[in-house]
């Protein structure tokens, strides 16, 4: 199917100018009232092309869209609409047209000095079969772009129009005092007829108070083409407004498939915008099934009094966000060791120029995330679009920083053990929380659920457990055609109610329940499980004033904690041993990998104090090797043995022997940990007492340092740009902290008694195989 073919189908969204042309007698009885006020909705919409692997994104738009009575055109037939969109983003790559309302300059200029001024929707409000009539208010400007461009400018651009053509307002035609029922039918036009077909009934699935919400299902084989169509939608039975709606159509023929979807949702609702924008596809069976070694996992430690700092930092981070549109602020809560998760709100966020003074730009929060860690960083999110036309690049061309409020709940943690048995035998409940174990049809597999909500938490620890672990893709509402991303719509839309309703209230209260599904094969089966239960104390929240800044200014600030962690991944069953033998310099000795090289790995500050030297060697070109040193930067050095050149490593049936002599005997003096409510941060005094910090050059700090994480792990020090070679005092933190890409929890200096020690070594090099 040709790209440009997909596009006639892109109208689809117009579905709307029918949706509600009929079955109003479903809309409680009487005359209704027009609605003076304005109702601001956000409309999304995507097309996807899929060719056997290959996936592509073809349309994909967003706006937020004004509706109010138009009393100027409204008649007694009906009620006409004033379409004004405040927000706009439009990507068409085939077309290679951009329209974004607060940049519309370049290609789309043209196209947004006509949408910006918005669309008329008109209609008969008791016909059960007509359909509204958009029109463009700069309509004779619209007509003239079509005509300028040629036939394929329709085609191109209907997905565009489509935005402004739906009318969320069911009309009055033929009511009647019937009230609606679970189970009944209703038929919005002939839009969804196929061929002669008659048009797709949505089911009535819910009636929840004013809201009815209804179901459209729909499948057919036309041609080798096989049709799809899933939506539900909700409306207000007593105001006749459409409160949400998410339709997907899908024509898939071989190995290929078209997939357009739409979503229409109030402004206020959070997340559903971005995930469709970003979608690129993925289905539930592009998931993961495998199962895989069970890692040991660094766990989260108890805190019963809710103590851990999660507030200090004074500065986050202000960024572009996906696609480079949008702003995203982020802020580095702290570190700490497993799971974390917990809620945060942003309020009173201020756009602040060079001047110090407030940017008056309306902004739309579409999206936000709570406290949660990521390989040790603990951060939490929100991202805003600016509202407005051409006007709001000029204001955002002055953003220096972004004040906000930010409003931390801590979180009590305990673990405890619970038996393996008793899971078994019935679920594991915390709070609104629960844990659910389940033995399947394969011996030594289960299968473990756990559904987090409300302020209750619970995390499982694997560590320890004999056996793999794997995934399983959380089971959708809707049909099992729908990609990962629909079905999370669908879950976002319509199965998360309370959440949303706790949040539009100003409630503190988590986003909403999620849920995780493990697979477990195991090898024996355990005695018991350890679990992680988490309670957010909603009565202790705390408030702090922020300042959002660049990246590159919140790095250069030392004091900040880190946006990335220091290298991670699952530990070694022994990597407590190789952390403790960093400690210990009781022989250094050579190394060989393949049996034909040689080397001596050292920490670097080792590598000022011991040298190799070679009593019985050999010669290679007539000159006879050496030892070279390579530093690899990050506190670790090597001597490697070479030729005086540097371009032979590698020799064939040779022996060498030797010494390796130190100044004197090499030893770790403990300077302590990382700061208690700064953990990133090492108090340097002890150290710092022996130095200038004047004089003495920052390498010293890899050379003499040797700081570590919980797990054994080096950490490296955070220093400013162009910091090498200068003074030890540029790199420091209130002229005593050493900033690190990690929680310390050790740290030590290295000192040199004044006996000197020699270690010998000797080595046969393997002859040529």
């Known amino acids: 199917m040709a790209f440009s073919q997909n596009r006639i189908v892109c109208t689809a969204l117009m579905l709307c100018l029918s949706l509600f042309a009929s079955q109003s007698n479903y809309c409680e009885a009487n005359s209704r009232e027009t609605d003076a006020r304005p109702?601001?909705?956000q409309v999304t919409m995507s097309t996807l092309y899929v060719h056997g692997d290959s996936k592509q994104v073809g349309v994909r738009a967003r706006a937020l869209l004004k509706y109010q009575a138009d009393s100027t055109t409204s008649s007694g037939s009906g009620v006409s609409l004033s379409v004004i969109p405040t927000m706009l983003q439009y990507q068409d790559p085939a077309y290679r047209l951009n329209i974004n309302s607060f940049d519309d300059a370049g290609r789309g200029a043209a196209l947004a000095k006509i949408v910006r001024q918005g669309v008329l929707l008109s209609g008969d409000d008791k016909a059960a079969t007509s359909q509204s009539q958009a029109r463009f208010k700069a309509q004779n400007s619209w007509d003239a772009y079509l005509a300028k461009q040629g036939k394929e400018a329709v085609r191109a651009l209907a997905p565009l129009k489509s935005l402004f053509t739906l009318n969320p307002l069911i009309p009055l035609a033929q009511w009647q005092a019937k009230a609606p029922s679970v189970g009944d039918t209703l038929k919005f036009g002939n839009l969804f007829q196929i061929a002669a077909s008659e048009s797709a009934p949505w089911q009535i699935t819910a009636i929840e108070g004013q809201w009815v919400?209804?179901?459209?299902e729909q499948s057919s084989v036309q041609q080798g083409i096989e049709n799809r169509r899933y939506g539900q939608l909700r409306f207000n039975r007593h105001s006749g407004w459409l409160d949400r709606i998410l339709l997907v159509e899908q024509q898939e023929k071989g190995d290929r498939r078209q997939t357009r979807r739409w979503l229409l949702a109030p402004k206020s609702t959070l997340y559903v915008s971005d995930m469709l924008w970003q979608d690129e596809g993925d289905s539930i069976d592009d998931l993961e099934h495998d199962l895989y070694e069970i890692p040991t996992l660094p766990m989260t430690p108890d805190d019963p009094d809710a103590s851990l700092p999660m507030m200090e930092?004074?500065?986050?981070?202000?960024?572009?966000?996906?696609?480079?549109?949008?702003?995203?602020?982020?802020?580095?809560?702290?570190l700490v060791a497993g799971d974390f998760a917990t809620s945060v709100e942003y309020q009173n966020i201020q756009l602040i120029d060079w001047r110090d003074r407030e940017i008056e730009l309306p902004l739309w929060r579409h999206s936000v995330r709570g406290a949660s860690a990521l390989e040790g960083v603990v951060s939490s999110g929100v991202n805003l679009l600016p509202l407005g036309w051409g006007e709001s690049r000029t204001k955002l061309e002055e953003l220096y920083q972004i004040?906000?409020?930010?409003?931390?709940?801590p979180v009590r943690t305990y673990t405890e053990q619970v038996s393996w048995q008793a899971?078994?035998?019935?679920?594991y409940r915390f709070g609104e929380a629960t844990l659910t174990l389940s033995a399947l049809n394969k011996p030594g597999r289960y299968r473990l659920v756990v559904t987090n909500r409300g302020v209750n938490s619970l995390s499982p620890d694997f560590n320890g457990l004999n056996g793999k672990l794997g995934f399983e893709a959380p089971v959708g509402q809707g049909p099992k055609w729908l990609t990962s991303t629909e079905q999370q719509l669908l879950d976002e839309l319509f199965f998360r109610e309370q959440a949303s309703r706790e949040k539009a209230s100003g409630e503190q209260a988590s986003r909403e329940q999620t849920s995780h599904v493990?697979?477990?094969?195991?090898?024996?089966?355990p005695t018991s499980l350890s679990i992680l239960h988490g309670e957010q104390l909603i009565d202790r929240v705390r408030t702090k004033a922020i300042t959002f800044v660049t990246q590159s200014d919140y790095e250069a600030n030392l004091a900040n904690p880190p946006l990335t962690p220091a290298s991670r991944g699952s530990l070694d069953g022994d990597a407590s041993a190789k952390a403790k033998d960093r400690w210990q310099f009781t022989e250094l000795s050579v190394v060989s990998r393949t049996g034909n090289d040689l080397y001596i790995p050292m920490p670097t500050a080792l590598a000022e104090v011991c040298r190799p030297q070679i009593d019985k060697g050999f010669n290679e070109a007539g000159k006879s090797v050496q030892w070279r040193l390579i530093d690899n930067g990050r506190g670790q050095s090597a001597y490697v043995l070479a030729s005086q050149d540097g371009s032979r490593r590698y020799f064939y049936d040779k022996s060498i022997q030797g010494s390796i002599v130190c100044q004197g005997r090499p030893q770790w003096q403990s300077i302590g940990q990382g700061d208690k409510r700064r953990p990133w941060l090492v108090d340097l005094t002890p150290w710092l007492s022996n130095l200038d910090k004047h004089k003495a050059e920052v390498s010293r700090l890899y050379r003499s340092l040797l700081i570590t994480d919980a797990e054994g792990r080096p950490l490296s020090p955070r220093l400013p740009k162009d910091g090498e070679g200068q003074g030890l005092e540029k790199a420091l933190v209130e002229g005593r902290f050493l900033s690190v890409d990690g929680a310390a929890s050790s740290a030590a200096y290295l000192a040199i008694g004044d006996e000197s020690i020699s270690f010998p070594y000797q080595f046969k090099l393997k002859p040529l195989p």
Not at 320 to 326: F, K, Q, S
């Open 39 to 41: 109702h601001e909705y």
């Open 213 to 216: 919400t209804a179901t459209l």
């Open 313 to 334: 930092p004074d500065q986050g981070i202000m960024s572009a966000g996906w696609g480079g549109d949008d702003i995203e602020l982020r802020y580095i809560h702290g």
């Open 403 to 409: 004040r906000a409020e930010v409003s931390f709940t």
């Open 423 to 427: 899971l078994l035998k019935q679920s």
């Open 518 to 525: 493990y697979i477990l094969q195991l090898a024996q089966v």
